[in-house]
């Protein structure tokens, strides 16, 4: 059996003498949407700092393509196929949303920064392929109509598309969304699960952390409930939605819309 693109196996992520999460084993696999979900202090930011790198596990392992990475900085994990957004849209406003997705596309130029500034024709060439490539994943999400337009004058919908597009510029084969919808109205919450499934079909692992549980149920094919640090349960949408743990301790009684 193939490994799958990203598994943590027992990992555990302690600050002094608080376990922030504790013997946390899950995987995503090839073309597969996994949610991971949770209340307020159950887990889940640690979880994707542990992921992307920004945090060390203090035990077990993080594997992406069946290669540990639990001692590798944020820098040595993109090339090997990990991306990720962030909770508060990270962009540089002056920048146009071309711009923007040509930063996210830096890992791929295969000319020398000399090559650059002599402007060769290999150069030019590298160039003119990153831009074609930039203006088809505007495309892809849904924003090449504003692709000369400055990030900032964008809407926040539209930037945090913007962001999934700058990690899709690096070619990831595990992308990590951390609460993508955060801000968002229905339709275009609606958009972005068209993104996301459009990103799965191209056979990407991503995995979703997010509170809107309409989004969840609709694009994941698996979910991971955190609480206390601790995985809760794991199962399909229609498994997690109907989980008496779950309900008592995350959705509150209730049913998600």
């Not at 060390?56 to 090339?79: F, K």
């Not at 074609?132 to 400055?150: H, N, Q, T």
């Not at 004058?153 to 595990?174: D, G, K, T, W, Y």
């Amino acid at each position: 059996m193939p490994e799958p693109l990203l598994a943590l196996v027992g990992v555990h992520k302690s600050f002094g003498g608080v376990r922030a999460v504790r013997d946390l084993s899950f995987h995503v696999g090839e073309g597969e949407v996994v949610g991971l979900i949770g209340p307020n202090g159950s887990g889940k930011s640690t979880t994707v700092h542990l992921v992307a790198g920004a945090l060390t596990p203090s035990a077990g392992d993080i594997r992406v393509d069946g290669r540990s990475v639990r001692a590798l900085p944020v820098s040595a994990r993109v090339p090997l196929g990990l991306a990720r957004t962030f909770q508060t849209t990270s962009l540089f406003p002056e920048y146009t949303v071309e711009e923007q997705v040509l930063l996210g596309c830096h890992t791929r130029f295969r000319c020398t920064p000399a090559a650059s500034v002599l402007q060769t024709r290999s150069s030019r060439r590298d160039d003119s392929e990153q831009r074609d490539r930039a203006f088809r994943i505007l495309e892809f999400v849904g924003l090449a109509d504003l692709a000369s337009v400055p990030a900032a004058a964008i809407s926040s919908a539209r930037q945090r598309l913007l962001m999934v597009a700058m990690a899709l510029a690096s070619e990831p084969r595990v992308l990590l969304l951390d609460e993508p919808a955060a801000g968002m109205v229905a339709s275009e919450r609606k958009a972005l699960a068209r993104v996301i499934t459009g990103i799965r079909e191209r056979g990407v692992g991503v995995l979703v952390i997010e509170h809107h549980m309409g989004l969840i149920l609709e694009v994941c094919q698996r979910i991971v409930v955190l609480n206390f640090g601790e995985k809760l349960a794991e199962g399909t949408p229609a498994e997690i939605r109907n989980d008496p743990r779950v309900i008592d301790a995350y959705l509150g009684g209730g049913r998600p819309c």
